[in-house]
Each structure stands twice: as C-alpha cells, then as structure tokens.
C-alpha cells in the first residue's frame, strides 16, 4: 500500500500527517475526518481518490506495520501490543495480522525477531 503523504489533497495530507503519529486513536477514521475539517463521507471519499484505499484500511496498514516492528524488536507479549497500537480486541487484532501478512503474529516474531537481531522466544 502506497502511504506516501498525498500533496495534492491538502485535507487528505493534514490526515495522514496526523494518523502516522496517532494510530493508536480509538475511532481513528472519525478523528482523521475531524482533522481533515471534513465530513466522514466526503472525507472518505476524498482520501480514497488520493490514496486509493479507504481510510480505515490506511489506519490498518500503519498500525500492523507498527506491530511487525514491535514484534521484531521487544519481548512485549502480543495482547499487550496489540492493544498499544489501538486495537483493543487481542482476537481481532491476530486475525487482521494473519490476513495482513500471512503469519501470526507469534510465527511473524519467531521468523522476523532474529534478523532483527533480537532473540524471538525472549
């Protein structure tokens, strides 16, 4: 997914600004659109034009991008990042992982935690 900061939507790129340092915001779509000035509906229609995703799937992205580096780079258990993150359902939140990446978390950490150079049953 592309998250690079879209420039040709001021409101879109006040958003993704904001949703890369607040990810862990509980209703993060409704708050992005609060940031954007913006309606929920039109903002989501507008972030969708200048990303190509809905907003909810961004806020996906950044967050399980965030726990693979969590995962490579702590002992910290999976509930407990998941829930740092934002999400505050632990089953949701390994499913989404698996659809996302293909792995569990816990297998996501014994493949990824040593070339991190952490060692992954820590």
């Given at each position: 997914?592309?998250?690079?900061?879209?420039?040709?939507?001021?409101?879109?790129?006040?958003?993704?600004?904001?949703?890369?340092?607040?990810?862990?915001?509980?209703?993060?779509?409704?708050?992005?659109?609060?940031?954007?000035?913006?309606?929920?509906?039109?903002?989501?229609?507008?972030?969708?034009?200048?990303?190509?995703?809905?907003?909810?799937?961004?806020?996906?992205?950044?967050?399980?991008?965030?726990?693979?580096?969590?995962?490579?780079?702590?002992?910290?258990?999976?509930?407990?990042?998941?829930?740092?993150?934002?999400?505050?359902?632990?089953?949701?939140?390994?499913?989404?992982?698996?659809?996302?990446?293909?792995l569990t978390p816990a297998?996501?950490?014994?493949?990824?935690?040593?070339?991190?150079?952490?060692?992954?049953?820590?």
């Amino acid at each position: 997914m592309n998250r690079q900061v879209q420039r040709a939507d001021a409101a879109v790129a006040r958003s993704q600004t904001w949703i890369a340092e607040h990810y862990d915001t509980p209703n993060p779509v409704a708050a992005m659109a609060e940031q954007a000035g913006l309606t929920r509906r039109t903002f989501a229609r507008r972030f969708r034009s200048a990303t190509g995703a809905l907003p909810i799937e961004y806020v996906h992205g950044i967050r399980i991008d965030e726990a693979k580096g969590r995962l490579e780079r702590s002992g910290a258990a999976i509930d407990d990042i998941g829930a740092e993150i934002g999400y505050e359902d632990p089953t949701f939140f390994r499913r989404l992982f698996k659809r996302k990446t293909g792995l569990t978390p816990a297998a996501y950490r014994r493949k990824y935690a040593s070339i991190a150079g952490r060692d992954p049953v820590a």
